[in-house]
């Protein structure tokens, strides 16, 4: 998998072809260069993404406005090019150079024709301390990085670039002027309307200082921490949908060792056949994971090309999954997530069933629990206290019976939780919203939810296992591909 970042225009010519040899997904920079790319090479929006530059804006602290005897203009950009020559007209046409104190920083030896200004502007050259100059400064003019590094330090920027003017930034026009990456980017260069600048910087230079919420909303959008993570969550999705594979998380619900211990709901599997079960995911080199593991490792672990990762879940934690899974976890080295329901002795939300009552089926005790958590081979999790319909309760029954059950089983083990399952997979927002703020990170449900499980971790797709699932059945399951053949048919 591939991902470009796009920082700029592109050229026309460039086709459609050329922009696919850049890879599986595109990055634009900012939503004028989303646009163009839309518009004028015709690549499907699907593809693109916006990627912000990060920036670490735990550098940028705000600072008081400075005490200057004129306002202080400094002006943060090249001397070339289209730079270049908004800089000159800005000095020529747009500000007065003797009622404020102008000062420009520029990486660029000062050309020929600014070489007339020198007596009222002053050229510092290149600037190591940008932060300092931005301090110093009644008004920034900048775009791009400059414009975010000015609103960090809750400095006035009028922000101005290549291609447009979006003037003083305020939480109002914040939105329109990230778009284009604060002026730098739009449909052509130099589309300013030079005429009305000195009074819209004179303005500027009147306003209050800047909105505080103007650091948060740069920071969400720009931090460093925000765009790796947006990052990532994209090179998770362009793996799984062109690679067609996911980890499979496969589920299970009672053993039985006889046929005897048959029920009326396809929810068990004979002990025979779980091991053999085991000895095939052992042969194809499986690797069992949970979700404690990806809760350290990070949830793109399970993608590891160089691994061959499996989720092996358990459901409703009956006294056979110690009796007969326990022993085969132990044999095969393997570990699993056992969701439990802890406000029953048995299974009473299948036995007390009007149509196709189950047969009573005990759920194992808490000693049992415990000796299995203590083992390091199951990681426990939340299944509520009486198994109902979550999406039939209002939300404070809900809450109550996912965190009555979390606390009991956090209790007894002595360890916090990391994944909830959703009973019968029902739930609706309030359930998902419970699961997040009762402090699970992640909850699965059972055949929904998005085939890239990194799109929603709080409705996690599992592929369930029946009493008919043999050894081939298994196979087909785990390869990988499995929800999307599905999905398919
Ligand atoms: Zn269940």
């Known amino acids: 998998a591939m991902i470009t970042s796009v920082h700029g225009r592109q050229p026309v010519h460039g086709s459609r072809k050329k922009f696919h040899a850049l890879g599986d997904k595109a990055l634009a920079v900012c939503e004028a260069v989303r646009e163009q790319l839309i518009t004028a090479l015709g690549v499907a929006p699907e593809l693109i993404s916006i990627g912000r530059n990060g920036i670490n804006t735990e550098q940028y602290q705000p600072c008081p406005a400075p005490i200057n005897d004129k306002p202080v203009i400094s002006i943060i950009g090249r001397l070339t090019g289209p730079k270049g020559e908004l800089c000159y007209r800005l000095l020529d046409e747009c500000l007065d150079l003797t009622a404020y104190r102008v000062q420009i920083a520029t990486g660029s030896a000062v050309p020929e024709r600014f070489l007339r200004f020198t007596e009222q502007v002053q050229f510092l050259g290149y600037v190591e301390d940008v932060p300092q100059l931005i301090a110093e400064s009644d008004l920034v003019i900048g775009a791009g990085r400059v414009a975010m590094e000015a609103i960090l330090m809750q400095r006035p920027i009028f922000a101005i670039g290549e291609a447009l003017a979006p003037g003083l930034i305020t939480l109002d026009n914040l939105n329109k002027a990230m778009a284009s990456n604060f002026g730098d980017i739009g449909p052509k260069d130099l589309d300013i309307d030079f005429a009305t600048l000195p009074q819209r910087i004179a303005d500027a230079l009147q306003a209050n200082s800047p909105d505080l919420k103007l650091i948060e909303q740069v920071k969400a959008q720009y931090d460093l921490r925000a765009v790796t993570d947006q990052l990532e969550q994209d090179y998770q999705s362009v793996y799984v949908y062109k690679q067609r594979r996911e980890m499979p998380i496969i589920m299970y619900?009672?053993?039985?060792?006889?046929?005897?211990?048959?029920?009326?709901?396809?929810?068990?599997?004979?002990?025979d056949m779980l091991e053999k079960h085991f000895k095939l995911?052992?042969?194809?080199?499986?690797?069992?994971?949970?979700?404690?593991?990806?809760?350290?490792?990070?949830?793109?672990?399970?993608?590891?090309?160089?691994?061959?990762?499996?989720?092996?879940?358990?459901?409703?934690?009956?006294?056979?999954?110690y009796e007969l899974l326990f022993p085969l976890l132990k044999k095969y080295n393997f570990k699993a997530v056992i969701y439990a329901v802890t406000g029953e002795e048995f299974n009473r939300w299948d036995v007390e069933q009007a149509d196709n009552p189950e047969k009573r089926v005990p759920l194992m005790s808490p000693a049992q629990i415990k000796e299995m958590a203590d083992s390091g081979l199951v990681e426990f999790g939340g299944h509520t206290l009486t198994h109902p319909h979550l999406d039939t309760l209002d939300k404070d029954s809900q809450r109550f019976e996912i965190a009555e059950n979390k606390t009991q089983l956090e209790q007894l083990i002595g360890k916090s939780l990391y994944s909830f399952a959703y009973p019968f997979g029902s739930h609706n927002h309030d359930s998902k919203d419970l699961a997040q703020e009762l402090g699970y990170p992640f909850a699965v449900a059972t055949n929904s939810g998005p085939l890239a499980m990194h799109e929603d971790k709080y409705q996690i797709r599992r592929i369930a296992i029946f009493?008919?699932?043999?050894v081939f059945g298994l196979w087909r399951k785990v390869r990988g591909n499995y929800t999307f053949r599905k999905r398919e048919k």
Not at 258 to 271: I, L, N, R
């Open 253 to 271: 619900h009672r053993f039985i060792k006889d046929d005897s211990e048959k029920g009326v709901h396809g929810t068990y599997m004979h002990v």
């Open 467 to 470: 009493p008919r699932t043999d």
């Open 281 to 321: 995911l052992k042969r194809l080199g499986y690797q069992t994971l949970t979700f404690a593991n990806l809760a350290e490792q990070g949830f793109a672990e399970r993608l590891n090309p160089n691994k061959k990762y499996i989720m092996l879940t358990v459901d409703d934690g009956y006294k056979d999954n």
